[in-house]
């Protein structure tokens, strides 16, 4: 990774700021990176991958390696694939139109393309919604802090603020007692009292929020899954 001092950049916003970012499937913050504002998002990937270490509440080692990975676009690089690869972490990251077009052009000699799965990928805000939740603290939404190492003790002030407000429910284990996909089979809802105002069908019929199947998903037992993004902060 690239060394840039303080972790100031310039780019068209100004001075700014970005933090690489991993989460886990209830958006809280499991490792962070700084690096100037203008750095590519998939060179801080491999930094962030092994900084995390999850500590177990029944003691033993740390959990430093995911069940799955999710990206974006600008994490699909046969580099970053190869690491998980090796690592036996299982990716899911969209290929750009680029990519796909070059291994089309080569024919049989392109291979084939990588594994994908969409509805695993629909889970992938939940770095966004990690983000939204660092943005709660003022001092990590605009850095004010102009040496590098008291900007990552802001951020993991914030981490740990959040890690607070929701702690986890379960030991994190790498091997799940049951091993299943919950992608439907929801408990029903609780029945909410009378209101002035009846209830139509469709309000019935939605789906549980973002944070409840995080919390239903925990508790069933499914593989975690870790979320990789980045973001760009001002430097004020």
Request: proline share 8%.
């Amino acid at each position: 990774m690239v060394q840039d001092r303080e972790g100031l950049g310039r780019s068209r916003g100004g001075v700014t700021t970005k933090i690489h970012l991993a989460a886990d499937g209830q958006c809280r913050p499991v490792s962070r990176v700084v690096s100037a504002g203008q750095r590519h998002d998939a060179l801080a990937f491999a930094a962030v991958l092994a900084d995390v270490h999850i500590r177990r509440p029944r003691g033993g080692r740390p959990r430093t390696r995911p069940d799955r990975v999710l990206a974006d676009k600008a994490y699909s690089s046969s580099r970053i694939r190869k690491l998980l690869r090796r690592r036996g972490i299982k990716a899911t990251i969209p290929e750009p139109s680029n990519q796909v077009n070059g291994r089309l052009s080569k024919g049989s000699n392109g291979g084939r393309p990588p594994e994908f799965d969409t509805v695993k990928y629909k889970d992938h805000n939940t770095t966004e919604r990690a983000f939204n939740r660092l943005r709660g603290y003022r001092s990590v939404a605009t850095r004010y802090d102009k040496r590098e190492f008291v900007y990552r003790g802001t951020i993991d002030v914030a981490s740990i603020g959040i890690w607070l407000r929701h702690p986890p429910e379960n030991d994190p284990r790498d091997t799940p007692l049951v091993t299943r996909e919950v992608r439907h089979s929801y408990p029903p809802a609780v029945p909410a009292r009378p209101r002035s105002r009846p209830e139509t069908s469709d309000r019935a019929d939605r789906r549980p929020s973002p944070s409840r199947r995080c919390s239903q998903r925990a508790a069933s037992g499914e593989p975690c899954a870790a979320t990789v993004g980045a973001g760009s902060w001002l430097f004020s």
